[in-house]
């Protein structure tokens, strides 16, 4: 209060006083209220200063009797001026309460002679309305002063404590209390939320440890406690219970009963908690660091599941009848829940499309900026949050907003978890404030706070207080705390709790006390507590007394109209669409990621040796299309690695909603849709054009998008899985590297170790690997699809297999006969060996006469070589020189088929030419060396039953005996699925999408977070140690102990 304001003050009083002459009992007043404000002497100088305005006369002389009247017109007419100045200036610096406590006292002043004139009453009235007093308000004030008998007065938020058990309790909102002499009379001031008291008996009661004098009329600030000789002591909490009892028609219960937590490392986190609370009241949860209030938020509010014990509201347990309570809990935790990149208003608007989906626009828009104006937030409604780093609005404004998105939806309990941490004082209190108006509203309230100042701690209506090991060590009013435990300590002043001259309350004591050390002889402090955890547990325990009540189940009301599950799946991607785009960082990340990263491979990879680049000539196109496929899985990992862990905090907090976990997951997978087909396209625009890809722009995409996708659903489940940004982009290489590797060009199949090398086909290992299917369907397309190949690749296919059976498989049969033939003479030779060469033999006749049409002349073949006759062999060898011929005439004629095809095309030079220039453009050496693996040294390879073509794969037809993709040899051009043959490009394309459907269906059930969540690290930890004690003995062996001979 400023100098200039107090001597206001006085001044006002004065010219109230000396309407009707001072008098020693308003002189009384004053000095009563300069009291309560200042010290001793200040006091005394302003009474001194109240003096001199009270008895000032105006300095003209009256010259006339008749003019004396005039004279005092003129003189109430300056004082009306000067009171409007006064009451102008009181109305800029003082708060409301502030403004109500001078209209009492100036209430005081005048009735301190028992009679209030009419300029009395009009300066008064012409106060009230400059200090902006409610009417009704007013009028109770003045009934509560004028009149001693508060029994009989209608008066509406009066309320009657009284020992008087004649009274009528139903006419009256009286509470009775036996032990009380005399009549207790409180007057609510909704408008400040404080209570006017006044006392009526002969009794001694204290007032905060101060003496209540008879018919002295009081405003009660916040944590007031009314004691007497027999009196049960009256917390402030009780005078607003009984008010907002009387107002609630949906009250609620909250209870919590023999709640025990223990972490997963076995730490005990809460001990035998107990409470029980109802609606209008806030609740402090007050303990050191480390105590649990945060695991005690988090298990009241229904996060995290106790060991044993329930917590109910209005009966339902909220951990196991979630549904019942939809919409009733709100959380705030001490971190921040607001979107960064989003204005003030944006944060609101979506959680209030979210709360209030099935509302109109208009009505969710009024709705927030409701909510801005009670918040103060209105004028800063269209700035971006920022971090709390970056900061762009302070940090009063964002827990404000923080808690204005619990606000939005109106829960009927709300969880706070420090809100006052990072703030200055006079942001802690306006946020307090907040919370407390919210009680006094019907809501109930729970705070975790570490050490409030006086006026904050004042607030709470009830005070849980925990100790290390989750104890509970005081349960009850606030300012009462104090008292308890300076008498569990025995201290001198254990009956004191505030200060006698400005009533604050040290709340540190509270934690000296309980802290309190041992000191040593040498008056050291040592590490030892005086008074144990479970000490102060067990004098608490002996001590507490808790209602137990029967619950009637009865739904709370709620005014939340969820959006449906379409609804949020819009607002989900909106809301996230718009965060991204006002991040200029992250958006200039992913348009630029692509097209820099397709410069720098498309440069690297342009080869040419002569002076003109030709696209045949490239032999680096194949790593292209491999490392293409490789950034691509790259970009969708890193785009989508933080984004559910960026938004776990909020999902948390929209989890009280039960909203749809499948929405949110679809709004994540269409935003990295949509990024996927950014970064491809324009990967593929700046890639292609530099090394000059034709026709091949659209199949190229289809297998990066999908390929992009798949790796965007994979960074989603590892962003879901693991709480540290640190481990999810140490996952990313980890991920990465085996795609890299088993991808079909960094390592080849056949060069693999061992035990993971398959016989034929792709190894199992390879067949996981988007990589893999990606990469086999780019090469098989680009050279399958191409404007060169496509017309031919039919005529080709046919080409090629007659060649190969003609050259390399038919004379490896005649071969192996003409050896077993010679093998039936000779003795001591390896029978098995010779009978696996006689089944491959049989298998590649059986199948080779179907598809010749030469009918083997030995029908049935043995079973073993060993039967067949020396006929037989001749037979067998006139055979197979038979399908060889079969062979060679097949190739020649398709030749001759190809070759006329050709000459259609190429009738005139600029034909040919043409046709030589799409080769060239359109084809390249390099693609065709990998997928018809001319370089390999072992044309033709033996299995188990059979013989393996090892080159040309592009044109191998798949084994169809087995009916798996899995089956399919690498770079074949189709693909059995089921019995169903399909183009290499649509079965890899089909397979890389189940591989994503399957990694959403694992992002929607959080399998891998549950995976993580289990406690492997106490397996890991346990067989450490084990092998560590193993180890240990064998490089560390006790030595035997010698004997006494050998010692001397």
């Not at 005092?72 to 409007?84: N, T, Y």
Request: net charge neutral; with cysteine.
């Amino acid at each position: 209060m400023s100098e200039a304001l107090l001597r206001g003050l006085v001044q006002l009083f004065a010219i109230i006083a000396k309407l009707d002459g001072v008098q020693p009992a308003e002189r009384k007043v004053v000095e009563s209220f300069l009291g309560n404000q200042l010290n001793l002497s200040t006091t005394q100088k302003y009474m001194a200063l109240f003096d001199t305005f009270a008895n000032k006369k105006s300095k003209k002389k009256i010259h006339f009797e008749e003019d004396t009247e005039w004279q005092g017109e003129r003189a109430s007419v300056r004082d009306s001026s000067k009171l409007l100045l006064i009451c102008t200036q009181i109305n800029q610096e003082m708060t409301q309460h502030q403004k109500v406590d001078v209209l009492i006292t100036m209430f005081l002043l005048v009735w301190s002679d028992a009679n209030i004139t009419e300029q009395e009453y009009e300066f008064i009235s012409t106060a009230a309305d400059t200090f902006n007093i409610p009417q009704n308000e007013f009028f109770a004030i003045e009934k509560f002063i004028l009149n001693l008998d508060h029994s009989s007065l209608e008066i509406e938020n009066l309320l009657v404590l009284t020992g008087d058990a004649g009274l009528d309790f139903r006419e009256h909102n009286a509470v009775y209390y036996a032990t009380l002499e005399g009549t207790v009379s409180i007057l609510r001031l909704p408008s400040i939320d404080r209570f006017l008291f006044r006392y009526q008996g002969d009794s001694i009661y204290y007032l905060n440890n101060t003496p209540v004098l008879r018919g002295e009329i009081q405003l009660l600030p916040p944590g007031t406690s009314l004691r007497g000789p027999k009196l049960r002591t009256i917390y402030y909490s009780d005078l607003t219970g009984n008010f907002l009892r009387s107002e609630r028609t949906n009250a609620i219960t909250f209870e919590a009963r023999d709640v025990y937590y223990t972490f997963n490392n076995g730490r005990t986190g809460l001990v035998d908690f107990n409470m029980f609370e109802t609606s209008g009241r806030l609740i402090g949860l007050m303990g050191a660091s480390g105590t649990g209030k945060s695991t005690l938020l988090e298990v009241l509010n229904g996060n995290v599941t106790p060991n044993a014990g329930r917590v109910l509201i209005n009966g339902y347990d909220v951990h196991h009848q979630r549904e019942e309570i939809l919409g009733v809990i709100g959380y705030v935790p001490q971190d921040d829940l607001l979107i960064e990149q989003l204005t003030v208003w944006e944060n609101l608007y979506y959680a209030a499309r979210l709360s209030f989906g099935q509302e109109p626009n208009s009505k969710i828009r009024m709705i927030v900026d409701k909510v801005l104006h009670d918040l103060g937030l209105f004028e800063i409604q269209d700035l971006r949050v920022g971090s709390p780093l970056n900061k762009t609005i302070s940090g009063g404004q964002r827990k404000r907003l923080n808690i204005g998105l619990e606000l939005l939806r109106e829960p009927s309990v709300l969880f706070v978890d420090e809100p006052t941490s990072g703030l200055s004082s006079r942001d802690s209190l306006n946020i307090m404030e907040l919370l407390k108006e919210l009680a006094t509203k019907g809501k109930l309230v729970f705070v975790v706070i570490h050490q409030p100042s006086s006026e904050i701690f004042k607030m709470f209506d009830r005070l849980h207080i925990l100790d290390q090991g989750g104890y509970p060590i005081y349960y009850g009013d606030p300012v009462e705390a104090l008292i308890y435990f300076k008498g569990q300590a025995d201290q001198i002043d254990k009956d004191e709790a505030e200060c006698v001259r400005c009533g604050n309350v040290k709340t540190e004591q509270i934690f000296e006390i309980i802290e309190s050390r041992i000191k040593n002889e040498y008056g050291k402090v040592t590490e030892e507590r005086k008074v144990t955890p479970l000490d102060w547990y067990q004098k608490f325990k002996d001590q507490r007394v808790l209602p137990r009540l029967s619950h009637i189940r009865e739904k709370v009301p709620v005014s939340t109209k969820i959006a449906s599950t379409w609804e949020q799946l819009s607002i989900f991607f909106e809301r996230d669409v718009k965060s991204k785009i006002s991040n200029p960082q992250y958006l200039a990340l992913v348009l630029l990621e692509a097209p820099l990263l397709a410069l720098v491979l498309a440069y690297i990879c342009k080869f040419y040796a002569a002076d003109q680049y030709v696209f045949s000539e490239n032999e680096n196109i194949p790593v292209f299309i491999f490392m293409s496929i490789i950034v691509s899985i790259f970009m969708g990992l890193t785009v989508s690695a933080e984004e559910i862990y960026r938004d776990r905090k909020i999902l948390k907090r929209e989890s009280f909603l039960h909203l749809s976990w499948g929405s949110y997951l679809l709004s994540k997978v269409l935003i990295l849709a949509v990024i996927a087909a950014l970064q491809t396209l324009t990967f593929l625009m700046i890639g292609h054009n530099i090394l000059e890809f034709k026709g091949m722009f659209w199949v190229h995409f289809a297998v990066l998008f999908s390929t992009g996708l798949f790796s965007s659903l994979l960074g989603l489940n590892i962003s879901s899985a693991f709480n540290s940004a640190v481990t999810i982009y140490i996952l990313i290489p980890i991920l990465l590297i085996p795609q890299l590797v088993l991808g079909g060009i960094v390592v080849r199949f056949d060069n693999l170790h061992p035990r993971l090398r398959p016989v034929d086909g792709v190894p199992l290992v390879a067949d996981v690997m988007a990589s893999r299917w990606g990469y086999e369907a780019l090469m098989v397309s680009q050279y399958q699809r191409n404007a060169y190949e496509a017309p031919f690749f039919a005529l080709d296919q046919q080409i090629y297999q007659a060649y190969y059976k003609k050259n390399f498989l038919i004379p490896q049969v005649s071969n192996k006969v003409a050896l077993l033939a010679d093998a039936q003479h000779n003795e001591g030779v390896d029978t098995l060996r010779y009978q696996q060469d006689w089944r491959r033999v049989v298998y590649t006749m059986e199948k080779e006469s179907v598809q010749s049409g030469l009918e083997i002349p030995i029908q049935p073949l043995p079973a073993t070589w060993l039967d067949v006759t020396p006929l037989q062999w001749d037979e067998l060898k006139t055979y197979s020189e038979s399908l060889r011929k079969y062979f060679v005439r097949r190739y020649n004629a398709i030749n001759r088929n190809k070759d006329s095809r050709i000459a259609e095309l190429t009738i005139t030079q600029q034909d040919r030419e043409e046709f030589l220039q799409k080769r060239t453009s359109y084809t390249n050496e390099a693609v065709i060396a990998f997928v018809e693996n001319m370089v390999t040294d072992e044309r033709i390879s033996e299995a188990p039953g059979r013989f393996i073509q090892n080159i040309y794969p592009i044109f191998k037809p798949p084994v169809t005996d087995r009916k798996t993709v899995f089956s399919t040899h690498f770079f074949s051009s189709t693909k059995l699925l089921f019995g169903w043959e399909l183009n290499t490009l649509h079965a890899n394309l089909i397979m890389i999408w189940i591989f994503t459907v399957f990694l959403f269906g694992l992002l929607y059930v959080n399998f891998l977070r549950a995976i993580v969540r289990f406690r492997y690290q106490d397996v890991f930890i346990t067989v450490a140690r084990r092998q560590a004690m193993v180890w240990g003995k064998r490089l560390f062996p006790k030595r035997a102990p010698q004997s006494e001979g050998l010692r001397s």
